[in-house]
């Protein structure tokens, strides 16, 4: 889903029967100064590896089933970080209202974080990215994720 709805925009409001609501969850893995990044389908912007919720799907689920079809591991999930309000719409029109939720992962003990992960597919392409090379125009969203977590790490013991 892409085309974020500016509160500025010129586009009309969507009634409230038009907009769907769903959850979604993030993981912002860091190891070595790099963050692990998926590419958005539409956009070809990055952001963290993560998906929307399936009714009944809790976000620790979700986010570990789709580490697992992305990267082919779980991580190791951490603290809810970072949460935000996105409205978008997607290829067929509907207006959507997401909740998004960013948790601090971690790679389980023996995963191989050195080099780019093979995705399962094209369409979920995902790669590392330096820390201190990202920008904020790299990124689909999800980029105050990534610093608070970064914030966080350098607290940590």
């Given at each position: 889903?892409?085309?974020?709805?500016?509160?500025?925009?010129?586009?009309?409001?969507?009634?409230?029967?038009?907009?769907?609501?769903?959850?979604?969850?993030?993981?912002?893995?860091?190891?070595?100064?790099?963050?692990?990044?998926?590419?958005?389908?539409?956009?070809?912007?990055?952001?963290?590896?993560?998906?929307?919720?399936?009714?009944?799907q809790t976000?620790?689920?979700?986010?570990?089933?789709?580490?697992?079809?992305?990267?082919?591991?779980?991580?190791?999930?951490?603290?809810?970080?970072?949460?935000?309000?996105?409205?978008?719409?997607?290829?067929?029109?509907?207006?959507?209202?997401?909740?998004?939720?960013?948790y601090l992962v971690h790679?389980?003990?023996?995963?191989?974080?050195?080099?780019?992960?093979?995705?399962?597919?094209?369409?979920?392409?995902?790669?590392?990215?330096?820390?201190?090379?990202?920008?904020?125009?790299?990124?689909?969203?999800?980029?105050?994720?990534?610093?608070?977590?970064?914030?966080?790490?350098?607290?940590?013991?």
């Amino acid at each position: 889903m892409s085309d974020t709805i500016s509160l500025f925009s010129k586009r009309p409001e969507p009634s409230a029967e038009e907009v769907v609501f769903r959850p979604a969850v993030y993981g912002v893995l860091i190891q070595n100064q790099r963050v692990l990044l998926q590419q958005g389908t539409q956009s070809g912007l990055w952001r963290p590896v993560g998906v929307v919720l399936a009714n009944g799907q809790t976000p620790l689920q979700a986010l570990c089933a789709q580490f697992r079809a992305v990267v082919h591991f779980s991580p190791r999930p951490g603290p809810l970080i970072y949460m935000e309000e996105r409205r978008s719409t997607d290829g067929e029109g509907r207006c959507w209202r997401l909740s998004l939720l960013y948790y601090l992962v971690h790679a389980a003990p023996g995963i191989a974080t050195e080099t780019d992960p093979s995705p399962v597919n094209d369409a979920q392409q995902v790669s590392w990215f330096s820390v201190h090379e990202l920008s904020r125009d790299q990124m689909e969203f999800g980029y105050v994720a990534i610093q608070t977590a970064l914030r966080r790490l350098e607290r940590a013991p």
